[in-house]
């Protein structure tokens, strides 16, 4: 359920953000629908995108057999099985791509890692413009875990997805730890009834300002037809056009 805040920000919202699409991945490893607290606070994002009428595709990653590799297809390359081929159109036809994860040891699961090399999969392809196939598109990162490392797992995240050519907005990423060592996770149910982190004005306010910065990062570059294609063409660089980079054998 949405709060207060969230509710009058939605009502408040005059852009249009209906011909949007988003996906969000959940990169827990818990298989099957077993509950995830990862899920838990990725529907707050959901909410919103549901609210401004955004169409939303979700999924957890770990109910797939997505082999491990740098390669679309790694059957291609050893591999006995790879559904990324199938869910790569999916990933493609988003605007925004949020990535969620819990924290383990540290650092962002296994299969959020998975994930992301299987993005870079695609950081040699090109959009229409020449671009490089991530451009125009945008990135976020929600976290869960009872130990510190939001920040940490974040930057990662978000660097990666920036590194092949997603739109990173302002501040991006939100999560919810609790106390260090065993105890309960984002929306565990508690002694008194209450859910755990749900009473996190931290959490449910950078969630919702990431989940917003998302939407008006996407709506902007879906405006301007994606980013301006000169000085960034992989196309154009390889005919020759140089974007005024100074040429080092005329250096003095």
Excluded at 33 to 45: A, C, I, M, Y
Excluded at 177 to 188: F, L, R, T
Excluded at 196 to 209: I, L, Q, S, V
């Amino acid at each position: 359920m949405l709060d207060q805040t969230q509710e009058r920000l939605c009502a408040e919202n005059t852009a249009d953000f209906s011909d949007l699409k988003a996906m969000i991945v959940n990169c827990t490893l818990k298989r099957g629908d077993e509950r995830s607290h990862t899920d838990t606070l990725l529907d707050q994002v959901a909410t919103i995108f549901d609210k401004v009428g955004v169409s939303v595709d979700r999924m957890r990653a770990i109910n797939h057999a997505i082999a491990p590799g740098v390669y679309p297809d790694m059957t291609e390359h050893g591999a006995d099985h790879d559904e990324w081929p199938q869910i790569w159109p999916r990933v493609k036809a988003a605007d925004i791509l949020v990535i969620g994860t819990p924290i383990w040891l540290g650092e962002k699961s296994s299969v959020a890692q998975g994930l992301i090399e299987k993005l870079y999969a695609h950081s040699g392809q090109t959009n229409d413009k020449g671009q490089y196939v991530f451009y125009g598109k945008v990135g976020g990162c929600i976290v869960t875990g009872n130990e510190d490392g939001i920040k940490h797992v974040s930057s990662g995240v978000l660097y990666a997805m920036s590194h092949v050519g997603y739109a990173i907005p302002p501040q991006a990423d939100a999560g919810w730890i609790g106390e260090a060592g065993p105890g309960p996770s984002y929306g565990d149910e508690l002694d008194d009834g209450s859910r755990a982190g749900f009473d996190n004005d931290f959490t449910r306010r950078n969630t919702t300002f990431a989940t917003w910065n998302m939407l008006h990062m996407a709506r902007m570059l879906k405006d301007a037809g994606g980013l301006p294609a000169y000085g960034n063409s992989q196309e154009l660089w390889s005919e020759g056009l140089r974007f005024d980079s100074p040429n080092p054998e005329h250096r003095g």
